[in-house]
C-alpha cells in the first residue's frame, strides 16, 4: 500500500510518500526531493525475563493454590464444627421439650394431690 502524507518540521512542510508492507508497517518513505529511506522493524525476545516472569506467574499461581487449599480447609473444619453445633442444639432441644412434658406432668400430679387433700380435709 501507498499513501501521501505532509508533514511539518521545523516548520517548513514537507510532501512525503510512504509505502507499507504486508503487515501494514512501514516499509519506505520517500520525500519530495526523492530520498527514499528504508525502515524496518525487528522484535527482539528477553528469555530471560519472559523466564523470570513465566517463573514469578507460576510461583504466584502456587501461592494462590496453597492459600485456596487452606481456605478451603479451613471451611471444611468450620463445616464440621457447625454440623456438630447443630446436633448438639438438637439434642438439647429434645431435652428441653422432655423436661417441658415432664414438668407439666408433675404439676398435674400436684394439683391433683391438693384437690384431694382439700377434698380430704373438707369433707
Known amino acids: 500500500a501507498v499513501g501521501t502524507v505532509n508533514v511539518t518540521t521545523n ?13 501494514g508497517r512501514i516499509s519506505t518513505i520517500t520525500d519530495e526531493e526523492g530520498n527514499t ?27 494462590y493454590d496453597q492459600k485456596q487449599n487452606e481456605i478451603n480447609a479451613s ?19 429434645t431435652q ?11 404439676k398435674k400430679v400436684m394439683s391433683k394431690n391438693i384437690d384431694n387433700s382439700f377434698k380430704t380435709f373438707n369433707a
Open 37 to 63: 529511506y528504508t525502515t524496518t522493524a525487528t522484535t527482539e525476545t528477553d528469555n530471560d525475563a519472559y523466564d523470570d516472569a513465566y517463573n514469578q506467574y507460576e510461583y504466584n499461581q502456587y501461592v
Open 96 to 106: 428441653h421439650t422432655a423436661i417441658q412434658t415432664e414438668l407439666e406432668a408433675v
Open 11 to 23: 516548520n517548513t512542510l514537507i510532501n512525503a510518500t510512504i509505502e507499507f508492507d504486508a503487515s
Open 75 to 93: 471451611i471444611e473444619i468450620l463445616q464440621a464444627q457447625d454440623k456438630s453445633l447443630e446436633l448438639r442444639l438438637s439434642t438439647l432441644d
